[in-house]
T-cell receptor, first 117, second 113 residues
Framework: GAVVSQHPSRVICKSGTSVKIECRSL??????MFWYRQFPKQSLMLMAT?????????EQGVEKDKFLINHASLTLSTLTVTSAHPEDSSFYIC?????????????FGPGTRLTVL | DQQVKQNSPSLSVQEGRISILNCDYT??????FLWYKKYPAEGPTFLIS?????DKNEDGRFTVFLNKSAKHLSLHIVPSQPGDSAVYFC????????????FGKGTHLIIQP
């Protein structure tokens, strides 16, 4: 199997608050997970690569102090959007490497819709 | 600079016919390509992939063709079914699976009855 879950699926928060999004690989272990962001009518943009037990690698232009990533176990990675602002409103999607596709395929979670008021 | 390009925002195909979705890339370092299908407010679902050492990969109704010299790949769906209506993303990566994917903007495929 290759099932990836995300929680919550939808969150609305006030500007200035922090939001945590969880990504879990349910039926396989994932040493590497990825976080993407998708704005309306745009492609998915890679934000960071998360490796279990080590610091995340962030893409250029992504603030690591704003988007905190923790990959605490082989099945869980979390993304915390700190001091969220309306421009952070987006669709956040995680993926996990592995499952039935081995190390060649990323399997995606269902996404989290973040709305910052 | 868009390294993976899907120049057709939408494509309409009659049920039962062949759907051909195209993708071009500019980074010659890409060596692994994937196609994903996505419904609104959901995560992408993996469809099929191809390594740069191959020029064709087939899985049921889905076939991906890769033309390295032209930096072009295409996804063929035959026969097209109503459930195939979705947005299709082409993605590419450099090196092994531990690298993130670069996505195109997607093509919205509409299968008409």
């Amino acid at each position: 199997g290759a099932v990836v879950s995300q929680h919550p699926s939808r969150v609305i928060c006030k500007s200035g608050t922090s939001v945590k999004i969880e990504c879990r690989s349910l039926d396989f272990q994932a040493t590497t997970m990825f976080w993407y962001r998708q704005f309306p009518k745009q492609s998915l943009m890679l934000m960071a690569t998360s490796n279990e037990g080590s610091k995340a690698t962030y893409e250029q232009g992504v603030e690591k102090d704003k988007f905190l990533i923790n990959h605490a176990s082989l099945t869980l990675s979390t993304l915390t959007v700190t001091s969220a602002h309306p421009e952070d409103s987006s669709f956040y999607i995680c993926s996990a490497l592995g499952g039935q596709g081995g190390t060649d395929t990323q399997y995606f979670g269902p996404g989290t819709r973040l709305t910052v008021l | 600079d868009q390294q993976v390009k899907q120049n057709s925002p939408s494509l309409s195909v009659q049920e039962g016919r062949i759907s051909i979705l195209n993708c071009d890339y500019t980074n010659s370092m890409f060596d692994y390509f994937l196609w994903y299908k996505k419904y609104p407010a959901e995560g992408p679902t993996f469809l099929i992939s191809i390594s740069s050492i191959k020029d064709k990969n087939e899985d049921g109704r889905f076939t991906v063709f890769l033309n390295k010299s032209a930096k072009h790949l295409s996804l063929h769906i035959v026969p097209s079914q109503p459930g195939d209506s979705a947005v299709y993303f082409c993605a590419a990566r450099v090196g092994g699976g531990a690298d993130g994917l670069t996505f195109g903007k997607g093509t919205h495929l509409i299968i008409q009855p």
